[in-house]
Protein backbone atom coordinates (compact mmCIF):
# COMPACT_ATOMS: atom_id res chain seq x y z
CA UNK A 1 0.00 0.00 0.00
CA UNK A 2 1.31 2.93 -0.76
CA UNK A 3 1.49 6.05 1.79
CA UNK A 4 -1.21 8.55 0.22
CA UNK A 5 -3.56 5.51 0.66
CA UNK A 6 -3.93 5.77 4.06
CA UNK A 7 -6.23 8.15 5.62
CA UNK A 8 -4.91 10.99 7.96
CA UNK A 9 -6.09 9.44 11.29
CA UNK A 10 -3.83 6.17 9.81
CA UNK A 11 -0.84 8.24 9.35
CA UNK A 12 -1.19 9.80 12.45
CA UNK A 13 -1.53 6.53 14.13
CA UNK A 14 1.83 5.34 12.23
CA UNK A 15 3.46 8.07 12.93
CA UNK A 16 3.01 7.46 16.34
CA UNK A 17 3.99 4.30 16.42
CA UNK A 18 7.20 5.28 14.42
CA UNK A 19 6.24 2.77 11.52
CA UNK A 20 6.58 5.64 9.65
CA UNK A 21 8.68 9.15 9.55
CA UNK A 22 7.03 12.72 8.90
CA UNK A 23 9.94 13.26 6.49
CA UNK A 24 9.11 9.62 4.41
CA UNK A 25 5.40 11.12 4.20
CA UNK A 26 6.38 14.52 3.26
CA UNK A 27 8.91 13.41 0.36
CA UNK A 28 6.22 11.08 -0.64
CA UNK A 29 3.88 13.98 -1.24
CA UNK A 30 6.42 16.44 -2.50
CA UNK A 31 6.95 13.94 -5.28
CA UNK A 32 3.19 13.23 -6.06
CA UNK A 33 2.39 17.46 -5.84
CA UNK A 34 5.48 17.69 -8.50
CA UNK A 35 4.53 15.40 -10.64
CA UNK A 36 0.80 16.09 -10.60
CA UNK A 37 1.34 19.93 -11.28
CA UNK A 38 -0.72 20.10 -14.08
CA UNK A 39 -3.74 19.58 -11.99
CA UNK A 40 -3.45 23.14 -10.85
CA UNK A 41 -3.60 22.07 -7.04
CA UNK A 42 -0.63 24.27 -5.60
CA UNK A 43 0.29 28.05 -5.88
CA UNK A 44 3.30 27.62 -3.94
CA UNK A 45 5.55 24.43 -2.47
CA UNK A 46 7.06 25.19 0.76
CA UNK A 47 10.58 24.86 0.87
CA UNK A 48 10.96 24.63 4.23
CA UNK A 49 8.59 21.63 4.31
CA UNK A 50 11.44 18.66 4.76
CA UNK A 51 13.00 20.93 7.75
CA UNK A 52 9.46 21.07 9.13
CA UNK A 53 9.44 16.91 8.72
CA UNK A 54 12.78 16.58 10.03
CA UNK A 55 11.86 18.59 13.67
CA UNK A 56 8.90 16.30 13.66
CA UNK A 57 10.32 13.24 13.60
CA UNK A 58 12.54 14.37 16.65
CA UNK A 59 9.42 15.62 18.59
CA UNK A 60 8.09 12.18 17.86
CA UNK A 61 11.31 10.66 19.11
CA UNK A 62 11.36 12.23 21.90
CA UNK A 63 7.73 11.21 22.84
CA UNK A 64 5.40 14.74 22.12
CA UNK A 65 2.24 14.09 20.34
CA UNK A 66 0.54 17.15 19.11
CA UNK A 67 -2.55 16.09 17.86
CA UNK A 68 -1.48 16.52 13.82
CA UNK A 69 2.33 16.18 14.63
CA UNK A 70 4.33 15.10 11.22
CA UNK A 71 1.04 15.01 9.09
CA UNK A 72 1.65 16.77 5.59
CA UNK A 73 -1.04 19.98 5.19
CA UNK A 74 -1.57 22.45 2.57
CA UNK A 75 -3.11 25.96 3.57
CA UNK A 76 -5.30 27.59 1.27
CA UNK A 77 -4.07 30.51 -0.20
CA UNK A 78 -6.58 32.84 0.69
CA UNK A 79 -4.79 32.28 4.64
CA UNK A 80 -1.59 34.00 5.93
CA UNK A 81 1.34 31.37 6.14
CA UNK A 82 4.17 33.49 7.87
CA UNK A 83 7.40 33.27 5.59
CA UNK A 84 5.58 31.26 2.73
CA UNK A 85 3.58 33.67 0.26
CA UNK A 86 0.68 34.04 0.29
CA UNK A 87 -1.01 35.46 -3.29
CA UNK A 88 -4.89 35.55 -2.31
CA UNK A 89 -5.25 34.04 -6.01
CA UNK A 90 -4.05 37.51 -7.30
CA UNK A 91 -1.51 38.53 -9.41
CA UNK A 92 -1.30 42.18 -7.62
CA UNK A 93 0.20 40.00 -4.89
CA UNK A 94 2.21 37.47 -6.57
CA UNK A 95 5.09 38.37 -4.36
CA UNK A 96 3.72 38.72 -0.80
CA UNK A 97 4.71 37.25 1.99
CA UNK A 98 3.21 37.49 5.29
CA UNK A 99 5.27 38.33 8.74
CA UNK A 100 3.12 36.13 10.62
CA UNK A 101 0.18 33.43 10.60
CA UNK A 102 -3.59 33.74 10.40
CA UNK A 103 -5.41 32.77 13.47
CA UNK A 104 -6.05 29.23 12.35
CA UNK A 105 -2.80 28.50 10.25
CA UNK A 106 -1.48 29.33 13.58
CA UNK A 107 -3.81 26.39 15.65
CA UNK A 108 -2.32 24.06 12.71
CA UNK A 109 1.05 25.00 13.58
CA UNK A 110 1.23 24.35 16.93
CA UNK A 111 -0.76 20.98 16.68
CA UNK A 112 2.28 19.92 14.65
CA UNK A 113 1.31 19.86 10.91
CA UNK A 114 3.88 20.25 8.45
CA UNK A 115 2.97 22.84 5.72
CA UNK A 116 3.41 21.18 2.60
CA UNK A 117 2.20 24.28 0.37
CA UNK A 118 -0.44 26.78 -0.24
CA UNK A 119 -3.15 25.23 -2.46
CA UNK A 120 -4.63 27.15 -5.37
CA UNK A 121 -7.68 29.67 -5.14
CA UNK A 122 -9.64 32.08 -7.00
CA UNK A 123 -8.74 35.90 -6.94
CA UNK A 124 -9.86 36.95 -3.70
CA UNK A 125 -12.38 33.60 -3.16
CA UNK A 126 -14.62 35.33 -5.51
CA UNK A 127 -15.77 32.53 -7.80
CA UNK A 128 -16.88 29.18 -7.55
CA UNK A 129 -14.55 28.04 -10.30
CA UNK A 130 -10.31 28.01 -9.46
CA UNK A 131 -8.29 29.68 -11.96
CA UNK A 132 -6.00 32.95 -11.47
CA UNK A 133 -3.36 34.71 -13.12
CA UNK A 134 -0.46 33.10 -10.69
CA UNK A 135 -0.75 29.37 -12.07
CA UNK A 136 -0.57 28.08 -15.26
CA UNK A 137 -3.21 25.56 -14.71
CA UNK A 138 -6.83 26.03 -13.62
CA UNK A 139 -7.76 23.94 -10.35
CA UNK A 140 -9.11 20.77 -11.95
CA UNK A 141 -11.19 17.95 -10.56
CA UNK A 142 -8.54 14.89 -11.31
CA UNK A 143 -12.19 12.43 -12.25
CA UNK A 144 -12.20 14.45 -15.44
CA UNK A 145 -9.06 16.99 -15.81
CA UNK A 146 -10.70 19.43 -18.23
CA UNK A 147 -13.30 20.31 -15.84
CA UNK A 148 -13.26 22.71 -12.88
CA UNK A 149 -12.70 21.74 -9.24
CA UNK A 150 -14.60 24.28 -8.34
CA UNK A 151 -13.93 27.26 -5.94
CA UNK A 152 -12.96 28.88 -4.19
CA UNK A 153 -11.21 25.70 -2.41
CA UNK A 154 -10.53 24.27 -5.72
CA UNK A 155 -6.89 23.62 -5.13
CA UNK A 156 -7.72 21.91 -2.10
CA UNK A 157 -9.97 19.96 -2.98
CA UNK A 158 -8.04 18.65 -6.06
CA UNK A 159 -5.05 18.03 -4.00
CA UNK A 160 -6.64 16.01 -1.42
CA UNK A 161 -9.17 13.30 -4.21
CA UNK A 162 -5.48 13.09 -6.41
CA UNK A 163 -3.25 12.28 -3.13
CA UNK A 164 -1.20 14.64 -3.03
CA UNK A 165 -2.61 15.58 0.63
CA UNK A 166 -3.89 13.53 3.41
CA UNK A 167 -6.18 16.54 4.34
CA UNK A 168 -6.37 20.04 3.58
CA UNK A 169 -7.57 23.17 4.90
CA UNK A 170 -9.85 25.32 3.32
CA UNK A 171 -12.66 28.07 3.25
CA UNK A 172 -16.03 28.65 2.63
CA UNK A 173 -18.55 31.88 1.92
CA UNK A 174 -21.11 30.84 -0.29
CA UNK A 175 -20.02 26.96 -0.87
CA UNK A 176 -16.56 26.99 -1.31
CA UNK A 177 -16.00 23.92 0.46
CA UNK A 178 -18.75 22.09 -0.27
CA UNK A 179 -18.61 22.35 -4.24
CA UNK A 180 -15.59 21.67 -4.41
CA UNK A 181 -15.87 18.53 -1.96
CA UNK A 182 -18.56 17.72 -4.40
CA UNK A 183 -16.80 17.75 -7.68
CA UNK A 184 -13.61 15.60 -6.72
CA UNK A 185 -15.76 12.87 -4.22
CA UNK A 186 -14.65 13.84 -0.97
CA UNK A 187 -16.37 15.38 2.23
CA UNK A 188 -16.13 19.05 2.99
CA UNK A 189 -17.23 20.75 6.28
CA UNK A 190 -18.49 24.18 6.96
CA UNK A 191 -18.90 24.61 10.52
CA UNK A 192 -21.06 27.01 12.39
CA UNK A 193 -20.48 30.28 12.76
CA UNK A 194 -17.71 31.34 14.78
CA UNK A 195 -16.31 27.71 15.97
CA UNK A 196 -13.78 28.33 13.77
CA UNK A 197 -12.39 31.98 14.37
CA UNK A 198 -11.73 34.52 11.13
CA UNK A 199 -8.85 36.52 13.34
CA UNK A 200 -7.56 38.80 12.24
CA UNK A 201 -10.71 40.04 10.09
CA UNK A 202 -13.70 41.07 11.90
CA UNK A 203 -17.47 41.79 10.84
CA UNK A 204 -20.53 41.77 12.05
CA UNK A 205 -22.16 39.85 9.32
CA UNK A 206 -19.72 36.97 9.10
CA UNK A 207 -20.59 34.40 6.26
CA UNK A 208 -17.20 32.81 5.52
CA UNK A 209 -15.27 30.51 7.74
CA UNK A 210 -12.49 27.98 7.47
CA UNK A 211 -13.06 24.14 7.42
CA UNK A 212 -11.45 21.26 6.90
CA UNK A 213 -11.55 18.86 3.20
CA UNK A 214 -10.96 15.26 3.66
CA UNK A 215 -11.55 11.72 2.29
CA UNK A 216 -13.19 10.39 5.41
CA UNK A 217 -15.57 12.21 8.11
CA UNK A 218 -12.64 11.03 10.89
CA UNK A 219 -9.98 12.86 9.09
CA UNK A 220 -12.31 15.84 8.60
CA UNK A 221 -13.58 15.81 12.08
CA UNK A 222 -9.41 15.23 13.51
CA UNK A 223 -8.58 18.56 11.32
CA UNK A 224 -11.99 20.73 13.04
CA UNK A 225 -10.90 19.40 16.91
CA UNK A 226 -7.64 21.31 15.80
CA UNK A 227 -9.06 24.58 14.40
CA UNK A 228 -11.93 24.94 16.72
CA UNK A 229 -10.40 27.24 19.19
CA UNK A 230 -11.79 30.92 18.51
CA UNK A 231 -9.32 34.00 19.30
CA UNK A 232 -9.90 36.09 22.37
CA UNK A 233 -12.75 38.69 21.62
CA UNK A 234 -13.63 36.83 18.83
CA UNK A 235 -17.49 38.22 18.95
CA UNK A 236 -18.95 34.77 17.46
CA UNK A 237 -16.61 32.07 19.06
CA UNK A 238 -17.74 28.82 20.88
CA UNK A 239 -16.30 26.42 21.75
CA UNK A 240 -17.37 22.36 21.52
CA UNK A 241 -17.85 20.36 24.20
CA UNK A 242 -15.07 17.59 23.56
CA UNK A 243 -14.20 16.19 20.58
CA UNK A 244 -15.44 15.88 17.47
CA UNK A 245 -13.06 12.86 16.34
CA UNK A 246 -14.25 11.28 19.63
CA UNK A 247 -18.32 11.80 18.94
CA UNK A 248 -18.92 9.76 15.79
CA UNK A 249 -21.54 8.18 17.11
CA UNK A 250 -25.51 9.03 16.53
CA UNK A 251 -27.57 7.71 19.09
CA UNK A 252 -30.82 8.64 18.20
CA UNK A 253 -33.48 9.64 15.37
CA UNK A 254 -33.37 12.91 13.40
CA UNK A 255 -36.07 14.39 11.82
CA UNK A 256 -34.87 15.66 7.99
CA UNK A 257 -36.15 17.86 5.96
CA UNK A 258 -35.46 17.07 1.81
CA UNK A 259 -35.80 19.65 -1.19
CA UNK A 260 -34.37 19.19 -4.82
CA UNK A 261 -35.78 23.30 -5.83
CA UNK A 262 -33.07 25.38 -7.01
CA UNK A 263 -34.79 28.67 -6.41
CA UNK A 264 -33.25 30.05 -9.60
CA UNK A 265 -36.07 29.24 -12.14
CA UNK A 266 -33.79 26.11 -13.66
CA UNK A 267 -34.90 23.08 -13.38
CA UNK A 268 -33.05 20.37 -11.00
CA UNK A 269 -30.27 17.99 -12.73
CA UNK A 270 -31.17 14.50 -12.51
CA UNK A 271 -28.03 13.40 -11.03
CA UNK A 272 -28.28 16.40 -8.37
CA UNK A 273 -31.60 14.64 -7.71
CA UNK A 274 -30.41 11.19 -7.95
CA UNK A 275 -27.81 12.09 -5.09
CA UNK A 276 -30.83 13.59 -2.83
CA UNK A 277 -33.47 10.48 -3.57
CA UNK A 278 -31.01 7.50 -3.07
CA UNK A 279 -29.28 10.18 0.26
CA UNK A 280 -32.74 10.20 1.70
CA UNK A 281 -33.40 6.49 1.05
CA UNK A 282 -30.53 5.44 2.95
CA UNK A 283 -31.64 7.76 5.87
CA UNK A 284 -34.95 6.48 6.08
CA UNK A 285 -33.38 3.08 6.51
CA UNK A 286 -31.45 4.14 9.25
CA UNK A 287 -34.71 5.09 10.88
CA UNK A 288 -34.97 8.84 10.63
CA UNK A 289 -37.77 10.91 9.60
CA UNK A 290 -37.68 12.26 5.96
CA UNK A 291 -39.73 14.54 4.72
CA UNK A 292 -39.74 16.73 1.58
CA UNK A 293 -40.82 20.40 1.73
CA UNK A 294 -41.00 23.42 -0.21
CA UNK A 295 -37.96 25.51 -0.97
CA UNK A 296 -38.86 28.45 1.73
CA UNK A 297 -37.11 31.30 0.02
CA UNK A 298 -36.50 31.90 -3.69
CA UNK A 299 -33.19 33.72 -5.13
CA UNK A 300 -35.31 36.41 -6.48
CA UNK A 301 -33.52 40.11 -8.50
CA UNK A 302 -33.63 41.55 -4.96
CA UNK A 303 -31.87 38.25 -3.07
CA UNK A 304 -29.88 38.27 -6.41
CA UNK A 305 -28.52 41.95 -6.23
CA UNK A 306 -28.15 41.56 -2.39
CA UNK A 307 -25.55 38.89 -2.67
CA UNK A 308 -23.81 40.31 -5.59
CA UNK A 309 -23.48 43.76 -3.23
CA UNK A 310 -22.54 42.25 -0.47
CA UNK A 311 -19.48 40.28 -2.45
CA UNK A 312 -18.70 43.14 -4.34
CA UNK A 313 -18.48 45.03 -1.36
CA UNK A 314 -15.87 42.23 0.98
CA UNK A 315 -13.86 42.21 -2.36
CA UNK A 316 -13.38 46.23 -2.69
CA UNK A 317 -12.45 46.19 1.22
CA UNK A 318 -10.01 43.32 0.25
CA UNK A 319 -8.42 45.03 -2.27
CA UNK A 320 -8.09 48.53 -0.69
CA UNK A 321 -6.33 47.01 2.08
CA UNK A 322 -4.17 44.97 0.22
CA UNK A 323 -3.83 45.95 -3.30
CA UNK A 324 -2.04 49.17 -3.97
CA UNK A 325 -3.33 51.58 -6.41
CA UNK A 326 -0.84 50.81 -9.45
CA UNK A 327 -1.40 47.23 -9.47
CA UNK A 328 -5.17 47.39 -9.62
CA UNK A 329 -4.49 46.65 -13.54
CA UNK A 330 -3.43 43.64 -12.86
CA UNK A 331 -6.19 42.33 -11.09
CA UNK A 332 -8.76 39.80 -13.16
CA UNK A 333 -11.94 41.24 -15.09
CA UNK A 334 -14.33 39.55 -13.01
CA UNK A 335 -12.16 41.14 -9.52
CA UNK A 336 -12.51 44.68 -11.20
CA UNK A 337 -16.25 44.42 -12.42
CA UNK A 338 -16.90 43.48 -8.98
CA UNK A 339 -14.81 46.70 -7.95
CA UNK A 340 -16.88 48.91 -10.24
CA UNK A 341 -19.85 47.37 -8.42
CA UNK A 342 -18.78 48.45 -5.49
CA UNK A 343 -17.56 51.66 -6.51
CA UNK A 344 -21.59 52.85 -7.03
CA UNK A 345 -22.42 51.15 -3.56
CA UNK A 346 -23.48 53.53 -0.83
CA UNK A 347 -23.25 52.47 3.30
CA UNK A 348 -26.68 52.86 2.77
CA UNK A 349 -27.13 49.83 0.16
CA UNK A 350 -24.50 47.87 2.00
CA UNK A 351 -26.70 47.96 4.80
CA UNK A 352 -29.82 47.55 3.30
CA UNK A 353 -28.33 44.35 1.55
CA UNK A 354 -27.14 42.66 4.77
CA UNK A 355 -30.54 43.22 6.05
CA UNK A 356 -32.26 41.48 3.41
CA UNK A 357 -29.82 39.00 3.07
CA UNK A 358 -30.66 38.12 6.68
CA UNK A 359 -33.86 38.00 6.40
CA UNK A 360 -34.24 35.98 3.68
CA UNK A 361 -31.67 33.44 5.81
CA UNK A 362 -34.40 33.89 8.16
CA UNK A 363 -36.75 32.60 6.45
CA UNK A 364 -35.09 29.03 5.81
CA UNK A 365 -35.02 28.92 9.56
CA UNK A 366 -38.20 29.24 10.00
CA UNK A 367 -39.46 26.70 7.10
CA UNK A 368 -37.10 24.12 9.12
CA UNK A 369 -37.78 24.85 12.95
CA UNK A 370 -38.84 21.39 13.87
CA UNK A 371 -36.14 19.92 11.80
CA UNK A 372 -33.00 18.64 12.81
CA UNK A 373 -31.20 18.19 9.44
CA UNK A 374 -32.01 19.49 5.74
CA UNK A 375 -30.99 17.91 2.64
CA UNK A 376 -30.34 19.08 -0.60
CA UNK A 377 -28.08 18.33 -3.61
CA UNK A 378 -24.30 20.11 -3.22
CA UNK A 379 -24.50 21.46 -6.78
CA UNK A 380 -27.09 21.83 -9.25
CA UNK A 381 -24.59 19.26 -11.68
CA UNK A 382 -21.54 18.04 -12.14
CA UNK A 383 -18.27 19.41 -12.61
CA UNK A 384 -18.16 22.02 -15.29
CA UNK A 385 -15.95 22.49 -18.38
CA UNK A 386 -12.78 24.82 -18.00
CA UNK A 387 -13.78 28.07 -20.01
CA UNK A 388 -17.69 27.66 -18.83
CA UNK A 389 -17.70 30.99 -17.07
CA UNK A 390 -18.42 33.76 -19.56
CA UNK A 391 -20.65 36.03 -20.23
CA UNK A 392 -22.59 36.54 -16.56
CA UNK A 393 -20.55 34.89 -14.49
CA UNK A 394 -22.81 36.06 -10.91
CA UNK A 395 -26.08 34.79 -12.61
CA UNK A 396 -24.09 31.32 -13.89
CA UNK A 397 -22.08 30.53 -10.67
CA UNK A 398 -25.79 30.83 -8.95
CA UNK A 399 -27.65 28.61 -11.26
CA UNK A 400 -24.79 25.97 -10.57
CA UNK A 401 -24.35 26.50 -6.93
CA UNK A 402 -27.38 27.52 -5.95
CA UNK A 403 -27.90 24.72 -3.02
CA UNK A 404 -25.32 26.45 -0.67
CA UNK A 405 -25.17 30.19 0.31
CA UNK A 406 -28.06 30.24 2.41
CA UNK A 407 -26.21 28.22 4.94
CA UNK A 408 -23.13 31.03 5.23
CA UNK A 409 -25.75 33.67 5.78
CA UNK A 410 -27.60 31.54 8.54
CA UNK A 411 -24.83 30.97 10.17
CA UNK A 412 -25.71 26.91 10.27
CA UNK A 413 -23.22 24.08 10.31
CA UNK A 414 -23.01 22.58 6.78
CA UNK A 415 -21.49 19.40 4.70
CA UNK A 416 -20.91 18.08 1.34
CA UNK A 417 -20.75 14.33 0.92
CA UNK A 418 -19.93 12.09 -1.67
CA UNK A 419 -22.85 10.62 -3.26
CA UNK A 420 -22.11 8.93 -6.60
CA UNK A 421 -19.94 9.09 -10.08
CA UNK A 422 -21.84 8.55 -12.55
CA UNK A 423 -21.59 6.72 -16.34
CA UNK A 424 -19.52 9.22 -17.59
CA UNK A 425 -17.25 8.85 -14.31
CA UNK A 426 -18.20 12.28 -12.88
CA UNK A 427 -18.82 12.75 -9.08
CA UNK A 428 -21.55 14.16 -7.50
CA UNK A 429 -22.56 15.31 -4.18
CA UNK A 430 -25.02 15.80 -1.54
CA UNK A 431 -25.33 18.41 0.84
CA UNK A 432 -27.02 18.41 4.61
CA UNK A 433 -27.43 21.24 7.02
CA UNK A 434 -27.55 21.02 10.70
CA UNK A 435 -28.63 23.30 13.45
CA UNK A 436 -26.98 26.10 14.80
CA UNK A 437 -24.02 24.90 17.14
CA UNK A 438 -25.29 21.12 16.27
CA UNK A 439 -21.55 20.16 14.49
CA UNK A 440 -21.02 17.18 16.80
CA UNK A 441 -24.45 15.93 15.24
CA UNK A 442 -23.90 16.59 11.81
CA UNK A 443 -20.67 15.22 11.60
CA UNK A 444 -22.08 11.86 13.67
CA UNK A 445 -24.48 11.68 10.90
CA UNK A 446 -22.72 11.81 8.49
CA UNK A 447 -20.19 9.28 9.42
CA UNK A 448 -23.27 7.00 9.88
CA UNK A 449 -24.21 7.72 6.60
CA UNK A 450 -20.45 6.86 5.67
CA UNK A 451 -20.66 3.70 7.38
CA UNK A 452 -23.94 2.76 5.46
CA UNK A 453 -22.07 2.61 2.37
CA UNK A 454 -23.95 6.31 0.67
CA UNK A 455 -20.88 6.20 -1.27
CA UNK A 456 -17.75 4.08 -2.79
CA UNK A 457 -14.24 4.89 -1.89
CA UNK A 458 -13.44 5.47 -5.93
CA UNK A 459 -10.33 7.65 -6.83
CA UNK A 460 -9.49 9.13 -9.64
CA UNK A 461 -6.55 7.98 -11.78
CA UNK A 462 -4.10 10.17 -10.80
CA UNK A 463 -4.29 8.37 -7.55
CA UNK A 464 -3.11 5.03 -9.01
CA UNK A 465 -0.22 7.07 -10.92
Not at 327 to 332: A, E, N, S
Not at 406 to 425: F, Q, R
Request: aromatic share 6%.
Amino acid sequence: MSLHELTAAQQLKALRAKEISSRELTEHYLGRIERRAALGAFVTVNESALDEAARADERLARGDHPPLLGLPLGIKDLAATAGIRTTFGSAALAEFVPPEDSWTVGLLRQAGAVVLGKTNTSEFGATCYTENDITPNPAVTPYAPTRYSSGSSGGAATAVAAGLLPVAHASDGAGSIRTPAATCHLVGMKPSRGLVSPAPAASFLVASTEGPMARTVEDAALLLDVMASPAPGDLYGWRNEGSFASALKLRHRLKIALWTDTGTGEDGHPQAELAVRRTADVLKELGHDVQEIPLPARWDERVGRAILAWFAYQVGAVTQLMVPPDRIPLLRPYTRHLLAINDTLSANDIVTAQALLARYAGTFLAAVDDHDVVLTPTTNGPPVPIGYYTGDEADLMLKWSCHTPWANLAGVPAISLPSHVDDDGLPHGVHLVGRHRRDSELLALAAQLEGAALWDELHPPSWHE
